[in-house]
């Protein structure tokens, strides 16, 4: 290989010069560094030398922007080597989602993936939410696009296909139907003998459905209808009938794209300048089924680059694989990509940029819903940052307040004091950043020293935002800035206190009383701010704090459910703390030992059959409400995608939120009986 020469950037400094001259020409990942350490990109090469060394080089390329802007803020490069290209994927995608570089494209969470799991194993299967794709021998079906788009496909599954919906622990120890069975939406296999086959055909036409086989669904079931009517259960065939009609419904709103019967992601991109919208189209069985988009800005490196990290992140974090993935453009190393795609599917994938015909023409038609997605982000990215600029002038901020951290303290149960974190991004919530903290350098109530230990405690993970937002008043506020000032980071960050509206004056039967409204205080004036009524700009203050209340109100009900549950286990007889902490250790969480079956909890060292029965047993009777309520337990779970079954890892999965959904299913059931 014939070496470049480099172009040695004006402020570029001796090592990393001497640095660009040794790197090796073997695969691995580069970690672009900023003057103060900071991981501002992370690539990959198959050769890492021509690679790095390509971004200083003249004549290729070199108009691209960033590169004056590495120039400004470059620092160091560290690379990693491995042995091949797909081990050089695999880091790259733990590395940008430990570091977060600022220039990398970078999947929020994987919440997004939302798509159904069918464990066909199960004697008689369900349907469930799930947020990742597992090894696991089940089916997947999806992604779906959003929440909104899964719930119409399982509104008509639910209706029309007559599966349980109930969770695995439930069927097992209902003793009644619930009111599915009474609607004549599910036979009911916790109490009646439903022959196997009977349920199965139902779990087949689920199938069909699912693929998009919609058609031949439709044929089998106009064959059953007419047998039905023949034999004379005119029942059976309404049923059939209604059950073909919204299979056809569905079918009128899917557009038929493609001739072949094939799964295939669709990849499309617009770009301008630093902005970057990409859109998958998602095509399931010949159909267009969904779409989604996503939008960056502040992209500074090449296209293709942020493109192929963009498809591996994509699958990497549990995306369905389908069987053919059509870019936009080429990328580095499509053949290992394809290897691994395979390799994780279990079946051979293709990845290919299409030049011509069909396949060309869905790609444009990606790029242009690509195209379309950007403009409106954009939009929405001005309004936002009106809005920003507003209230940086309001408050008379530092900066812009693109990034704002809120902090809300609270007590559980009078001694346990805990804070949430909640953040911002550009006026839109960033649920990457929520935290919860425990508060441990004291016991008792005292607001502002929780405040200076979890305000010293985020300074300490670094990375700061641009504003902290302090739920409270001025000495709230004060506390704040002592843990700024105890840090060292004074100045480095701007800092807010949000006060709620209260009643002023006399309550009593003849006084008269005022409402002082929601104000925020900042650090040098005396007086606090108030906003006109409705000012958008102290909407997004005013969203944060309600935000932090909420996250903190989960975060009460997930350690009140965990304290009362545990207090249960510690009655189930013969389940000492060895054998309970054996439960936990096996199961996880308190949530799912409930779950848990009998055969389950039987895998845990020291539980019998006997004993695992009895723990199911009493575990079921100590949620004696619930019990045999009209309602499956774990319905709202199975069929709302809100509630994430199977992956509800995250704070938020609380008791309410359960609550809130089983309501709701409710309702959807009562309204559409
Ligand atoms: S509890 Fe309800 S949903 Fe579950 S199997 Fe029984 S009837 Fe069906």
């Known amino acids: 290989m014939i070496d470049v020469p480099v172009v040695l950037f004006p402020e570029m400094d001796a090592n990393l010069r001497e640095k660009l001259d040794s790197l090796p020409t073997a695969p691995g990942v580069y970690l672009m560094k900023d003057r103060e350490g900071n991981v501002v990109y992370v690539g990959k090469a198959v050769n890492l030398r021509s690679r790095v060394r ?6 290729t390329s070199d108009t691209r922007s960033f590169v004056p802007l590495l120039d400004r803020i470059l620092g160091d490069i560290e690379v990693i080597l491995v042995d ?3 081990e050089a994927l695999l880091l790259e995608n733990t590395l940008i989602k430990r570091h977060k570089p600022r220039f990398n494209v970078r999947l929020r969470d ?3 993936y939302i798509c159904l799991r069918l464990d066909e194993r199960h004697p008689y299967p369900r349907l469930e939410v799930v947020r990742r794709i597992r090894q696991d021998g089940a089916r997947y079906f999806g992604p779906y696009s959003s929440a909104t788009a899964i719930r119409e496909t399982l509104r008509i599954i639910n209706r029309y296909f007559q599966l349980r919906t109930c969770t695995d622990a439930v069927l097992e120890r209902r003793t009644r139907p619930c009111l599915l069975y009474q609607i004549k939406r599910c036979p009911a296999p916790c109490v009646f003998d439903v022959p196997q086959e009977e349920y199965r055909r139902s779990v087949r036409e689920v199938v069909l459905f699912l693929e998009g086989k919609e058609p031949e669904l439709v044929e089998q079931l106009r064959v059953r209808m007419r047998q039905a009517a023949d034999e004379l259960r005119f029942e059976d065939a309404a049923r059939l009938r209604d059950q073909i009609r919204a299979i056809e419904r569905s079918l009128e709103r899917q557009r038929m794209v493609f001739s072949e019967f094939v799964d295939q992601d669709v990849f499309g991109y617009h770009r301008e300048g630093p902005h970057l919208a990409f859109e998958i189209l998602y095509i399931r069985g010949g159909r267009l089924v969904s779409a989604r988009s996503f939008y960056f800005s502040g992209q500074e490196f090449p296209t293709e680059e942020l493109l192929s990290s963009f498809v591996d992140q ?3 974090q549990g995306a369905a694989i389908p069987d053919e993935i059509l870019l936009p453009r080429e990328i580095e190393g499509l053949e290992s990509r394809e290897a691994h795609l395979s390799e994780q599917r279990g079946r051979k994938v293709r990845v290919y940029v299409p030049r011509r015909g069909e396949k060309r023409r869905l790609v444009e038609m990606a790029n242009r819903n690509a195209e379309q997605a950007l403009v409106e982000a954009r939009k929405k990215d001005r309004t936002n940052l009106e809005l920003l600029e507003r209230l940086q002038r309001k408050l008379g901020l530092s900066r812009l307040p693109r990034r704002i951290e809120c902090f809300d303290v609270s007590h559980f149960q009078g001694s346990l004091v805990v804070a949430s974190q909640v953040a911002a991004l550009d006026g839109e919530p960033d649920k990457s950043r929520y935290r919860h903290y425990k508060i441990k350098s004291f016991q008792g109530q005292d607001d502002f020293a929780a405040i ?5 405690r985020r300074i300490e993970k670094g990375d700061l935002p641009d504003l902290f937002l302090i739920d409270g008043g001025k000495g709230q506020l004060h506390a704040a800035r002592a843990a700024l000032k105890d840090a060292g980071v ?4 701007d800092l807010a206190a949000i006060a709620e509206s209260r009643i002023v004056g006399d309550t009593g039967p003849t006084g008269t009383t005022g409402r002082v409204p929601d104000r925020v205080f900042v650090p040098g004036l005396k007086d606090p701010i108030v906003f006109a009524p409705n000012a958008a700009e102290f909407y997004v203050l005013q969203r944060l704090r309600d935000e932090a209340h909420r996250f903190a109100i989960t975060f009460h009900q997930k350690l009140r459910r965990a304290v009362n549950f545990r207090s249960v286990l510690e009655q189930i007889p013969g389940v000492g703390e060895k054998r309970r902490k054996a ?7 308190l949530r799912r030992i409930r779950a848990a079956t009998a055969d389950e909890i039987c895998e845990v060292e020291g539980f019998s059959r006997a004993l695992a029965e009895r723990v199911v047993e009493f575990l079921a009777r100590s949620r004696d409400p619930d019990r045999d309520s009209d309602l499956p337990e774990g319905a709202a779970q199975s069929m709302d995608p809100d509630a ?5 890892v995250e704070d938020e999965a609380t008791a309410a939120a359960e609550e809130a959904e089983a309501s709701r299913m409710a309702q959807d059931v009562e309204s559409s009986a």
């Open 54 to 59: 390509s971004y200083f080089q003249p004549g």
């Open 84 to 86: 091949s290209e797909k």
């Open 110 to 112: 994987d919440k997004s």
């Open 314 to 316: 994509y699958y990497g």
């Open 452 to 456: 200076h230990e979890v305000i010293s």
């Open 490 to 493: 004074l100045g480095q960050v």
């Open 583 to 589: 439960l936990l250790r096996h199961f996880g969480s």
């Open 644 to 648: 994430a079954v199977g992956e509800v």
